[in-house]
């Protein structure tokens, strides 16, 4: 199979699908690779990097995208390259349709097979290419909400830790998934106080064992959310209802009763955000705005800002897929891999993830019957 990997074209993505390894392991495999100038460099890797593995450069993005069986890319593709869509395409890539009715429509125009990376399940539920993105981002949310708490960024001028006769500040973190669990790590590292909420009370019971009760665990219903987040100075949204659009939880009440000059960070964003006063998504270049006077962080793409760390995390987690894809095509690696086939959101024509279809109002049609 002839697999292109573009180079991203989104604001400061510095991610890139695969690396001079995946380009190995795809070549030693009887596969030729394609991948766009200057496509890794953002993540540490040249040119001459890739060409050494194996490689073949291309210079521009139409070369890349029109030569190639897969292509392989990080973020969803942007309207200026919706034009290299065709039937005989495979993309593998982060897509979240549930609020892009645009691509959507683009994907099932065009008969693209459009994988999803984020939902691709394992029999155990857990979503094994969208988890290290979300470690990365969950990580990610506090130090950047600890960095618009700062006076100067907006924020209203606290230290998460507080200081000895200062109490610390208090972190409100909505999902006690992959990333309310790398956010509740790094908040209670720098010695905040934390709330996690979740839905799911077996949720809640292992995160009390892991952090052995430093933090503080309560059922997420919209009477609890008012009353923990009156008050808060960091708001961290982060639920998921895989491929769904993200439930809004949080209410413009609820936030006027944060603290003035509060921070909240929606990770949720990239599947239509989980807070009513969250309704931009905003850039790495300009990433917040003010509302009842709080700080809104609402980047999709937040793993981009450390490119390095988030490539290397990704591909060693979506390499395996790929590889398997690249040997057997498409359909045949749904057929064997009931996970993978998890991730097929458009096929032939046809929406076949039941949550898109449903957030976006289209028809929904069962994979199995198109395979
Ligand atoms: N903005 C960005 O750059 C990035 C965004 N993300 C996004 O972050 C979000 C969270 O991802 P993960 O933590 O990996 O998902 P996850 O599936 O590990 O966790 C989601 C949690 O939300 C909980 N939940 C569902 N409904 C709820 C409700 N009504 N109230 C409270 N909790 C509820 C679930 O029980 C689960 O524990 C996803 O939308 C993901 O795509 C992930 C990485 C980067
Ligand atoms: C998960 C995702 O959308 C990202 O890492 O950008």
Redesign the pocket.
């Known amino acids: 199979m002839r697999i292109g990997v573009p180079k991203e074209i989104k604001d400061n993505e510095d991610r890139v699908a695969i690396t001079p390894a995946g380009v190995h392991a795809l070549v030693e495999a009887g596969h030729q690779v394609f991948v766009e100038t200057k496509a890794g460099v953002g993540s540490g890797f040249s040119d001459e990097d890739f060409q050494s593995a194996g490689a073949n450069i291309r210079s521009d993005a139409k070369s890349t995208w029109a030569d190639a069986d897969m292509v392989m890319k990080v973020k969803e593709p942007l309207p200026s390259e919706f034009d290299y869509f065709r039937s005989d395409l495979t993309l593998f890539t982060y897509l ?1 349709l549930a609020p892009e009715p645009e691509l959507t429509r683009a994907l099932v125009e065009t008969g693209v097979t459009a994988i999803a990376y ?1 939902t691709v399940q394992l029999p155990d539920r ?2 094994p290419l ?2 290290p ?2 470690e ?3 990580r990610m949310s506090i130090q950047v909400g600890a960095h618009f708490l700062e006076n100067p960024f907006g924020g209203r001028g606290v230290l998460l830790a507080g200081v000895p006769g200062v109490p610390p500040a208090r972190v409100v973190i ?8 790398n956010a509740a790590r790094v908040a209670l590292g720098m010695g905040a106080d934390v709330t996690i ?4 009370a077996r ?1 809640l019971r292992e995160l009390d064992e892991l952090f052995r009760g430093q933090v503080r665990t309560v059922m ?1 219903n919209a009477y609890n959310l008012r009353e923990h987040i009156k008050g808060a100075d960091l708001l961290v ?6 491929g769904a659009r ?2 809004k ?1 949080v209410t413009d009440e609820m936030v006027q009763g944060m603290n003035a000059g509060g921070v909240i960070v ?6 239509g955000g989980s807070i009513a006063t969250i309704d931009r998504i905003t850039t790495h270049s300009d990433p917040v705005y003010e509302k009842y006077g709080v700080v809104h962080y ?7 800002a450390v490119p390095r760390t988030s490539t290397l995390a990704l591909t060693n987690a979506t390499m395996p897929y790929a590889v398997r894809l690249a040997n057997s095509g498409a359909a045949n690696a749904a057929r064997a891999d009931a996970a993978l086939a998890k991730g097929f959101n458009v096929y032939r024509g046809k929406v076949t993830y039941e949550a898109v279809a449903t957030a976006l109002q289209l028809d929904y049609t069962e994979l199995s019957s198109l395979l």
Request: hydrophobic share 45%; proline share 6%; glycine share 14%.
């Open positions: 979240h984020e857990s979503l969208l988890t993105m979300s990365v981002a969950g909505v999902g006690g998934g992959i990333v309310g669990t909420f979740d839905s799911n949720r997420s949204g982060a639920v998921l209802i895989p993200a439930p939880l929606d990770v949720a964003i990239d599947q609402s980047v999709a793409n937040m793993p981009g």
